[in-house]
Structure formats: C-alpha cells, structure tokens
C-alpha cells in the first residue's frame, strides 16, 4: 500500500522529527510504502495550511491509498464538522485514513463506520452549541465583519469596496417551527439563481422559508430606500 504522512507542529523541530520518526517506523511495520511525507509548521485551526492542501490535491489524483497521521489534533483542529468534512473528502477520492494515537481512527478498521457517524452526531450536537440565538431561531456564531475582513486580507474582494456595499445574510433554524430561514438582503432575495445557490451550497430542506428583516440593507438597497421616501417628502416638486 502507498502512503503518506502528515504531522503538524507548532514551531518545535524535536516534535515534528519524534513524530516524523515514529509514523515511518509504524509505516514500516505495516509494510507500506511512503510515497510522501506533509509537515505543516502552523496552527491547526485552519486547513490554510500549504502542507495539508498539497495533501488533498494529491489525494484527489490517488497519488497514494492512505493518509497516515498522528493524531486527530494533529490532522484538524477547525472542528468535528470541517475534520469530517476532510475525512469524508479523503474518502471520496477513495483514500484511506489512520490516525496513530488513535487507532479507532481507521478507515480500514471494523469501527470505521460507527467512528464516523459518531463524528458526524457530535459535529452536529457542536454546531448548535455553538449556535447563537438570532430573535427566536438559532444562527451561526461567526460575524459578517470578521468574515469580510478575512476576505478583503486574503484579497477576495477588492479592498476599495465597502462592507455596506455588499449585499449580506445568514440561515438561521428556528426551533419552534423546526424550520430554516434564509435571511438575506432584498438584493439576493431578488435573485433565483443566487438563492438556488445558497439553498444548495447548504443543504438546506425546500421548506426553507425566505425573508429580509432591516438588518440586511446594502448601500444600494438603502439607496433605494431614501430615494423613495424623498419622492414622498416631495409630492409636488416639479
Ligand atoms: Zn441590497
């Protein structure tokens, strides 16, 4: 079998050589074959990791049949929803996984499916935790101004556009009516290709209801908005 490792490591070199050295021995144990070894000398908290994305390219060539890695904390440290997500990722290229310290974590091994929907049971149970209450429903706890200013600092929307200008809005879940909402701005409201795309990219149900509350007004909206009651400020201007 072909393999590769990854190890991740904060800054320390005698860390990332023990782990190195014991996942090799392990490998070579097992009689695999490693094709490649990914060492990332950086935070786990994002899968911005240079190391980790050459990984998924690879693995999305089948450049090797398994991922051999220290341990969960080690792989991801984004979350059980997005550590899934790459687990599931891996698997659907049809690439193995194994975790060293944990070794339940085994794609090939007879509690894969049960570790896996475990996974999948507590990512859910983390993201309502998680959630924040938005009125009566429950909503992401990330901010949209954090969001745009990582945006704008990885140079995904040009830095001369306005927060205000861009058209914003979130799904929320509400509880009660055991229902999801997609608040949004009139401007994506408007928009059925863009609402298919939001209603697709999250899994969301048909039953989803659409609505805008004053919260989400763009620049233009808003524009609109002034225009409007200006002509009826002034009926008679002519
Ligand atoms: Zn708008």
Redesign the pocket.
């Known amino acids: 079998m072909r393999i590769c490792l990854y190890g991740r490591v904060s800054t320390d070199r005698q860390e990332t050589q023990n782990q190195i050295t014991q996942l090799r021995e392990f490998a070579f144990t097992q009689g695999w074959k490693i094709v490649r070894e990914y060492v990332d000398v950086a935070s786990g908290k994002s899968s911005d990791r240079q190391q980790f994305k050459a990984l998924f390219a690879a693995a999305a060539k089948r450049e090797f049949d398994l991922v051999l890695f220290w341990g969960l904390d080690r792989f991801s440290r984004e979350g059980v929803f997005e550590t899934l997500k790459h687990l599931q990722t891996l698997t659907g290229y049809g690439v193995g996984f194994r975790s060293f310290t944990e070794q339940y974590l085994d794609s090939c091994g007879m509690f894969r499916d049960a570790v896996i929907s475990i996974l999948a049971v507590i990512a859910k149970q983390e993201r309502v935790r998680l959630a924040e209450p938005y009125g009566a429903a429950l909503t992401h706890p990330a901010s949209h101004i954090d969001h745009w200013i990582r945006l704008q600092r990885n140079g995904e929307v040009s830095k001369a556009m306005e927060y205000e200008e861009q058209?914003r809005g979130r799904v929320v879940y509400d509880g009660r009516e055991q229902r999801f909402h997609l608040m949004a701005?009139?401007?994506?409201l408007r928009r059925r290709d863009v609402v298919a795309g939001i209603m697709e990219a999250m899994h969301l149900p048909d039953d989803t209801t659409l609505a805008t509350d004053d919260h989400?007004?763009?620049?233009?909206?808003?524009q609109q908005i002034f225009n409007r009651e200006r002509q009826h400020d002034e009926p008679d201007a002519e």
């Open positions: 058209p701005d009139r401007c994506i989400y007004r763009c620049f233009w909206c808003l």
